[in-house]
């Protein structure tokens, strides 16, 4: 059979994510926490397994809403935010506008759902190209705009005022999602507070990043007209019991995942203030749970230090020269270190 003709041309024109699992000791690939959380025996004992969970995540999106000084109804659950992204796109449509290099899922999801994506890339301090993104929205009217802030995979946040540039210059056109999954790890404020004073703003958060990424839980915080266009789409059950019940449980005693919020700031500073000692690598400042950084040979460096157990991501095809290290637990972060200046050294890169 012919595949092709079958298939949507624009899944056909995707490759399937790469999330394979590559063995190693020290996993410094996907931006997890190194600190999770356990002991939730008691809290899923009496999940009733036969019932279906509850569609509207009400305890948990309860507990969001106090934490965001929101109202409930100003919450979208998703399973990951990943799947928030999926709904928006299906729910607006395209034109869907994003800086480049960003998160890939934007621009992913789209082509998948046959929308147009629209790609400027950012300039070289790694901010928007506030000009070309206005001159683009002008010309091509996107639906969606997804701003990543802290971004992936450069570590910055982009400026505050291209951003409320791009809101204002958009109001009553498009909406414009300022993706906050590493919102956590950042000194800057991020767009929570501005979610009254702009109707075309949606916040995108998750809690995958801060020690949760199995329970897949991302919420989208907007008003409550956007919430509940998107909300048609959603699919009923989309977060199992587990994931809400456990997800309330850690986010009720809040001071857990700040404590290891505030340890993994610290050891990016650490981290970051050790690599640019390493003759040869050219780390890029953060504001997230990893760190960007530049060798000379980044796929020898990338494959020496996996031979020896140390696996980060290889962001050669998307930002040349570099390699994305995640914040890990001192220890880890330390083989890393060690690691990488051998290779550095061994392979003369
Ligand atoms: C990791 C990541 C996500 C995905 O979050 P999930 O909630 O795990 O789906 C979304 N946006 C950005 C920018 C990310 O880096």
Do not use: H, W
């Amino acid at each position: 059979m012919n595949i092709k003709k079958f298939v949507k041309s624009g899944v056909y024109s995707l490759t399937a994510y790469q999330a394979k699992e590559i063995p190693c000791k020290v996993k410094l690939d996907a931006n997890e926490s190194p600190y999770g959380f356990k002991g939730f025996y008691n809290i899923v004992k009496n999940i009733e397994t036969n019932r279906y969970p509850d569609p509207e995540a009400k305890k948990l999106k309860n507990i969001i809403a106090k934490e965001f000084l929101v109202k409930p109804e100003n919450i979208l659950q998703g399973n990951g935010s990943d799947e928030l992204i999926y709904y928006l796109i299906a729910t607006f449509g395209g034109p869907v506008l994003f800086p480049e290099p960003t998160f890939s899922m934007y621009g992913i999801i789209a082509t998948a759902l046959g929308e147009k994506t629209i790609s400027i890339a950012l300039d070289e301090s790694f901010d928007l190209d506030i000009d070309q993104i206005i001159k683009r929205i002008k010309k091509e009217k996107p639906k969606l705009i997804f701003l990543s802030s802290p971004n992936n995979p450069t570590g910055n946040c982009f400026s505050s005022e291209k951003i409320l540039k791009i809101i204002e210059e958009t109001a009553q056109k498009s909406l414009v999602i300022i993706d906050e999954a590493y919102q956590p790890f950042s000194s800057k404020k991020g767009f929570m507070p501005l979610l009254s004073d702009y109707e075309n703003l949606v916040i995108m958060r998750t809690l995958s990043k801060i020690g949760m990424a199995a329970l897949r839980t991302g919420f989208l915080i907007a008003n409550a007209d956007i919430i509940n266009q998107v909300n048609k789409v959603r699919l009923p059950f989309n977060l199992n019991s587990f994931s809400q019940a456990i997800a309330c449980e850690v986010l009720k005693k809040k001071e857990l995942p700040g404590k290891y919020i505030n340890a993994i700031c610290n050891e990016r500073d650490r981290l970051f203030k050790n690599m640019i000692k390493i003759k040869g690598v050219e780390p890029y400042p953060s504001e997230a749970n990893f760190i960007l950084f530049k060798v000379e040979k980044p796929d020898i460096v990338y494959q020496s230090m996996l031979k020896n157990g140390v696996l980060v991501r290889n962001m050669n095809g998307v930002v040349k020269g570099c390699l994305r290290v995640t914040v890990g637990t001192p220890k880890e972060n330390n083989i890393f270190l060690k690691e990488l200046r051998k290779s550095i050294l061994n392979t003369g890169a």
